[in-house]
Structures are given as structure tokens and as C-alpha cells.
């Protein structure tokens, strides 16, 4: 991204030609305009009697300067309390269809999710969408954690990305996988942050705004938890379902179960359940429980979803991911899942 100032960017807001019933709009509405590592955020002051107006204002400004200015993402805010969300849905359906213009290849989009941290989602999504490549499906793979983007490391993958001459981000590629992360953007010991809007930006625009192709399947390598942005990424992405991952620890079960209610408010599918970590297998090959027995599958049955396989406490798994290679990983518990979903599966793929 060029060094464009704040000025810069007010100065070329100014110059946008509004509408008639657009005209209550001014430059003093802005209150704030933040640029952080190749992303714009516009903030305009909203009330309740001209959000309606002021959100179609902000999406001009944002396609207006996408034609402007070479950054990641340009995102405009509403700062104000809004009593009413209502929208013109005409215009809403447009702006969407717009939105996921990138994704129109895509023949399928598959978010996984946990209810918490540290249970294995990022391994998951990484070695299932391995797996899928060896299948000979056209795999991309977004890394939707924002605050902890561990998929580039992962995959022994770095660097910057470009824009094509379309101004479109261009994926990275792990052995015909795409792949985009915030953490190619970011210093690998540097801390993203950034407050909600930012991240919901970032997330937004990392999806909308790579060309990602013909594609098969996008595994989405959702945030952990069920907050403002897992939901950004389920109201925003035309998610196929979801894949949730949990341990059988009854802690980290009772966190799988909220995430698969936020997915059922927000009307994502639950595609199946996959329980990590369950069980270590000792030197004599005896099988240790060390987080509980049949957890994840017990859950499924309860919810009434597919059951899709199980991961063992293996030093393999973490060792390949360690070194940013799952190809070198010879067992076939990913390929197992796969295989599973296929089976279980509705999708066209």
C-alpha cells in the first residue's frame, strides 16, 4: 500500500458526487479515518433518522476509493448507537451479491470452528484441506483467526501478498492449495490489536477481496469462541456448514455446544463433529483416555449430527505441523474425516 495520508483520503471523499437525498452527508460526519498494516477504516457519525442514508454514503465512499487507492481493505463504520438495523433490502442484497463477487467460483465454503482455543481447529483445517487436494479437489484455505493466526506457520509459508491488475489479493499457494492469512500481514511476533471493526474488516476483505478461482471447497479456519467476529464470518461468508472440533474433555464440550448454537441463530448448518486429542495410544499399543472416552461422539448423538472421526494424541501430527509440511504426515486420520464427510455429506462436490 502507497503512503496515503488522512488528508488524502478526506480530500477525495469530498470529491464524491452524492445523490440528492444523499446531500445531508458532509465531511464533518467523519470522525475518524484509521490506516493500520494496509487497511482503511472510514468512521462516520450516524442517529437513528440518517443511518439508512449514511450506510448507502459509506459503501459509495468505500467502492469510490477502492478505485483510488491501493490498500487490503476500505471499510466504513456507523459510530453512533442505531436503535433500528432495518435496511433497504434491495440495496442490501445488491451491495452482498457485490460483496462476494470473489467467491462466485466457490463451489463450496466450510467454516471450522470451536467453542474455545487450544483444541486443534487450525491442525484440521490445514490437514483436511490436504486431504481434499489429494482427492484432486481445487482446495483454498482462509485463516480467519485474526488474533492468532497460526496457518502460515503451519505451512511453512511467508511473505506479503499482492494485488493482481485487478486489485484483487493473490493467494498464496502450498502445493495447489490457496491460501490467505492475516499473518502473512503481520510480523510473526507482533500482536494484532485492533478493535471490532477492524477485525471485522479484515476478516471481510481477506475473503471478499482475493481472487481465489475455481475452487472445489474454502475450508475457513474460524476465531475460536462465538463473539462479534465468528459471527461476522457467518453472516458475511455464503458458508455451505460447519465442521466443529472439540477434545472430549466435558469443559471443552460444553464450549463446542455454545459455538454449535451460535451457528444455529445464524443459520449455518452443522456438517458434522470431530473430536481431537481422544485417546494416546501407550508403547505396548494399549489405548489411554487421557481426556475422557467418546466425548465428541456422544455430543453428536445428542445434537443428532454426523459423527466424522477422531484424532489420536499423535507426536507426528504436531511435529509436521511444527515444521510446516502435512504432506509428510503417513497416517490417515485426516483422510479418514475426509472420507466421512464425503459420505455424510449433502454437498455438491
Excluded: C
Aim: hydrophobic share 40%.
Amino acid at each position: 500500500m502507497s503512503n496515503i495520508s488522512k488528508e488524502e483520503i478526506l480530500k477525495l471523499v469530498k470529491e464524491i458526487s452524492l445523490d440528492k437525498d444523499e446531500s445531508i452527508f458532509s465531511s464533518d460526519l467523519i470522525e475518524d479515518i484509521v490506516i493500520k498494516e494496509g487497511h482503511v477504516q472510514i468512521s462516520i457519525f450516524a442517529t437513528k433518522d440518517n443511518f439508512q442514508i449514511l450506510e448507502k454514503v459509506g459503501k459509495k465512499i468505500e467502492k469510490t476509493l477502492k478505485k483510488s487507492i491501493n490498500a487490503l481493505s476500505i471499510t466504513s463504520v456507523l459510530t453512533n448507537h442505531i436503535e433500528s438495523n432495518q435496511v433497504d433490502q434491495k440495496d442490501d442484497q445488491v451491495d452482498q451479491k457485490d460483496d462476494n463477487e470473489s467467491l462466485k467460483k466457490v463451489k463450496n465454503i466450510i467454516a471450522i470452528a470451536s467453542g474455545k482455543g487450544g483444541v486443534g481447529k487450525s491442525t484440521l483445517a490445514v490437514n483436511i484441506a490436504y486431504s481434499f487436494l489429494k482427492q484432486n479437489f481445487k482446495v483454498g484455505l482462509l485463516d480467519a483467526d485474526i488474533h492468532g493466526p497460526s496457518i502460515p506457520h503451519m505451512l511453512n509459508l511467508e511473505g506479503k501478498p499482492e494485488l493482481n491488475e485487478n486489485r484483487k489479493i493473490i493467494p498464496f499457494d502450498y502445493k495447489g492449495i490457496k491460501v490467505i492469512s492475516i499473518g502473512f500481514l503481520l510480523n510473526e511476533d507482533q500482536p494484532v490489536i485492533w478493535r471490532g471493526p477492524m477485525v471485522h474488516s479484515a476478516i471481510k476483505q481477506m475473503a471478499q477481496d482475493t481472487d481465489w478461482g475455481n475452487l472445489d471447497i474454502l475450508i475457513v479456519d474460524m476465531p475460536p469462541g462465538t463473539g462479534d467476529a465468528q459471527i461476522t464470518v457467518s453472516q458475511n461468508l455464503p458458508l455451505n456448514g460447519a465442521i466443529v472440533i472439540s477434545t472430549p474433555q466435558s469443559v471443552a464440550l460444553n464450549d463446542a455446544k455454545k459455538a454449535i448454537g451460535m451457528f444455529e441463530k445464524v443459520d449455518v448448518k452443522i456438517l458434522g463433529i470431530v473430536e481431537n486429542m481422544s485417546y494416546f495410544i501407550l508403547p505396548d499399543g494399549s489405548k489411554e483416555d487421557i481426556f475422557g472416552k467418546d466425548g465428541g461422539k456422544n455430543l453428536a448423538k445428542e445434537l443428532k449430527v454426523n459423527f466424522i472421526g477422531s484424532i489420536p494424541l499423535d507426536k507426528e501430527i504436531r511435529l509436521n505441523s511444527d515444521l510446516g509440511d502435512p504432506s509428510k504426515l503417513e497416517e490417515k486420520y485426516f483422510d479418514e474425516i475426509v472420507n466421512s464427510f464425503l459420505k455424510n455429506s449433502k454437498l455438491k462436490i
